[in-house]
Structure formats: structure tokens, C-alpha cells
């Protein structure tokens, strides 16, 4: 079955320690993109990357880090340097442009920091 | 500066009555406009898109959504709820700039299905 895979689905994280969340997408797609959700609000972007070996930040970049040397894998880091972290991440992936292209989701991590 | 305001937070409606979920956009160039569904503790799927074609555009599931410029409106509609219907919506506005930054999100309408 292709489609988008993400790892583990509930994580707990003490404060101070850096965490990452798997992202993988058989789906041959080029772009990849990482969102936060928070309740009552839409997915905000934390950064994308539209080929393999670069990305841009996107609305909420502090406190986050990726990374890009797969097509198939865009695997997200939340730092100790991000204040409030949790919340629910939801990684997705497209064709190609963004603007126009579907996205396609994958099931998401819950990060709880305890 | 784009912006989307989807006009409920929640929704409310019986079973096999008619589904509205609203959506006003705000854009200074031609926008694409998506709805996504997002069931709990899921990731989103896509239910429909416009990108500058039919203004009428049928998706999955039953929906549909027109986009109607005069209005900036793209309003989700289906004719009969069913259970399964119920979920986050979420209405997905992107300019023609291009780039993943170019897409902005509504806050969502949660739909309550009544049986």
C-alpha cells in the first residue's frame, strides 16, 4: 500500500530533551511538509521541503529542526528550545506544487511533554 | 495577505438532513481552494479541490463545494448526512504565489451528526 507512515503515534517527552518524530512516504512524492495542530486551530506550518537536500521554514519554525537526505523520509526534530511543544504533528507530502497539488497526510504523532 | 474564516466552529444535524459548512476567503491573487476531512486522531484527506476550473466542483463522499467569486465563498454542501460524516472540516485557501507558505488554513467546523 503506498502512502505516508508516521512514528511512534504517542510520544512523551521530559523537559529539556530533544525528540524526533519519523516521517515516511512511499509515494514518490518530491514535497514533504511538517504541521503542528493545536486544538481550535487550523495546521500551521513548521517547515517543507520541496526536494531532497533542502527545505524552508515555514510560520512556526522556532524550536524545530529537519532534515532531507531521503526522498522518502523527512524526519522532524523538536528541540528543547521550543517553549510548548505539545500538541498533535501531522506530516504530508504532494506531487509537486503545493499551491495546487493534493497533500497527502499521514495518521500524525502525539507529542505530550510531561 | 490571504485569510480563510470558516463561519462555525461546530455543526450540528440530524442524520439524512442536508449538511452546510461555511467558508469565506480573502485572497489578492486567484486562489485555489481545498476542504479537507479529519477524523479523530487521524490525519486530513482531501474531500475537494478548485483550482480555476468548474466553479461547481463534486468530490468524494457525496460533497461538493462552489466557488463563487462575488461572494468569496466556498461553501461545502451535502444533501444527506450520514454517520460516518462526522469529523473535522477544513477549509484550505492557497494563492497562486506558489510554495507551501501560500496555504492557510481555517480553524476547522467540527460536524455533529444527530441519529
Known amino acids: 500500500d503506498g502512502g505516508i507512515t508516521q512514528s511512534p503515534k504517542y510520544l512523551f517527552r521530559k523537559e529539556g530533551q530533544n525528540v524526533t518524530l519519523s516521517c515516511e512516504q512511499n509515494l514518490n512524492h518530491d514535497a514533504m511538509y511538517w504541521y503542528r495542530q493545536d486544538p481550535g486551530q487550523g495546521l500551521r506550518l513548521i517547515y517543507y521541503?520541496?526536494?531532497?537536500?533542502?527545505?524552508q521554514k515555514g510560520d512556526i519554525a522556532e524550536g524545530y529542526s529537519v532534515s532531507r537526505e531521503k526522498k522518502e523520509s523527512f524526519p522532524l526534530t523538536v528541540t528543547s528550545a521550543q517553549k510548548n511543544p505539545t500538541a498533535f504533528y501531522l506530516c504530508?507530502?504532494?506531487?509537486?506544487?503545493?499551491?495546487?497539488?493534493?497533500?497527502?497526510f499521514g495518521p500524525g504523532t502525539r507529542l505530550t511533554v510531561l | 495577505a490571504q485569510s480563510v474564516t470558516q463561519l462555525d466552529s461546530h455543526v450540528s444535524v440530524s442524520e439524512g438532513t442536508p449538511v452546510l459548512l461555511r467558508c469565506n476567503y480573502s485572497?489578492?491573487?486567484?486562489?485555489?481552494l481545498f476542504w479537507y476531512v479529519q477524523h479523530p486522531n487521524k490525519g486530513l484527506q482531501l474531500l475537494l479541490k478548485y483550482t480555476s476550473a468548474a466553479t461547481l466542483v463534486k468530490g468524494i463522499n457525496g460533497f461538493e463545494a462552489e466557488f463563487k467569486k462575488s461572494e468569496t465563498s466556498f461553501h461545502l454542501t451535502k444533501p444527506s448526512a450520514h454517520m460516518s460524516d462526522a469529523a473535522e472540516y477544513f477549509c484550505?485557501?492557497?494563492?497562486?504565489?506558489?510554495?507551501?507558505?501560500?496555504?492557510?488554513f481555517g480553524k476547522g467546523t467540527h460536524l455533529i451528526i444527530q441519529p
Open positions: 485572497s489578492s491573487y486567484s486562489p485555489s
Open positions: 521541503s520541496q526536494i531532497v537536500n533542502d527545505f
Open positions: 504530508a507530502s504532494s506531487i509537486g506544487e503545493p499551491s495546487t497539488d493534493t497533500q497527502y
Open positions: 484550505v485557501v492557497s494563492d497562486s504565489r506558489g510554495g507551501a507558505d501560500g496555504l492557510t
